[in-house]
């Protein structure tokens, strides 16, 4: 017997993904820049389940835009406190384990933030490990190939973003 691997499991939910029946969610790639070398780095944290590495994430609320969910995911799951862009970085697709036992597809919406303090003390500090990766490295420790995608993306756009801004205030 062939053990099914996560894009083959994922592939036989395809049905699902292309007639819309996904929950949708919206995550923060929470970055930070080290202040000697100004190299990136990215938070992971352990899902409460599994103890694998995701980044924070969860559903919609009412009268929050998805970049302030990103941001409140990011202070509940991580005890970051951050500017998340409003303009989203990429989606990734993985699949959601519900309380019943049944997966549903969830599509989720990543923004980026940069990281302005950490704090010891947060809602769920006791349930999850935190830690930073240098993004490829990261992109190596989670599950999710679009989500690994993302991650390695995170110093080029990074990059890009420090170069717009410089031209544009000269």
Same mark, same amino acid.
């Given at each position: 017997?062939?053990?099914?691997?996560?894009?083959?499991?994922?592939?036989?939910?395809?049905?699902?993904?292309?007639?819309?029946?996904?929950?949708?969610?919206y995550?923060?790639?929470?970055?930070?820049?080290q &202040?000697? &070398?100004?190299?990136?780095?990215?938070?992971?944290?352990t899902s409460?389940? &599994?103890?694998r590495?995701?980044?924070?994430?969860?559903?919609?609320?009412?009268?929050?835009?998805?970049?302030?969910?990103?941001?409140r995911?990011?202070?509940?799951?991580?005890?970051?406190?951050?500017?998340a &862009?409003?303009?989203?970085?990429?989606?990734?697709?993985?699949?959601?384990?519900?309380d019943? +036992?049944?997966?549903?597809?969830?599509?989720?919406q990543?923004?980026?933030?940069?990281?302005g303090s950490?704090?010891?003390?947060?809602?769920?500090? +006791?349930?999850r490990?935190?830690?930073?990766?240098?993004?490829?490295?990261?992109?190596?420790?989670?599950?999710?190939?679009?989500?690994?995608g993302?991650?390695?993306?995170?110093?080029g756009?990074?990059?890009?973003?420090?170069?717009t801004?410089?031209?544009?205030?000269?």
């Amino acid at each position: 017997m062939t053990k099914k691997t996560y894009l083959r499991h994922l592939a036989s939910e395809a049905d699902t993904l292309f007639n819309g029946q996904t929950i949708e969610q919206y995550a923060a790639i929470c970055y930070r820049r080290q &202040s000697d &070398s100004q190299d990136v780095e990215v938070l992971l944290i352990t899902s409460r389940e &599994s103890g694998r590495w995701v980044i924070p994430k969860g559903w919609p609320m009412d009268r929050k835009l998805p970049h302030q969910v990103a941001e409140r995911e990011a202070w509940e799951e991580a005890g970051v406190k951050g500017k998340a &862009s409003k303009k989203s970085f990429g989606y990734y697709t993985y699949l959601k384990s519900l309380d019943t +036992g049944t997966t549903v597809p969830s599509v989720v919406q990543v923004h980026l933030l940069e990281v302005g303090s950490v704090s010891a003390q947060f809602p769920e500090s +006791g349930q999850r490990r935190l830690k930073w990766f240098a993004p490829n490295e990261a992109a190596a420790q989670v599950r999710e190939p679009e989500l690994k995608g993302l991650l390695r993306m995170v110093e080029g756009a990074l990059a890009r973003n420090t170069k717009t801004k410089g031209t544009a205030t000269k």
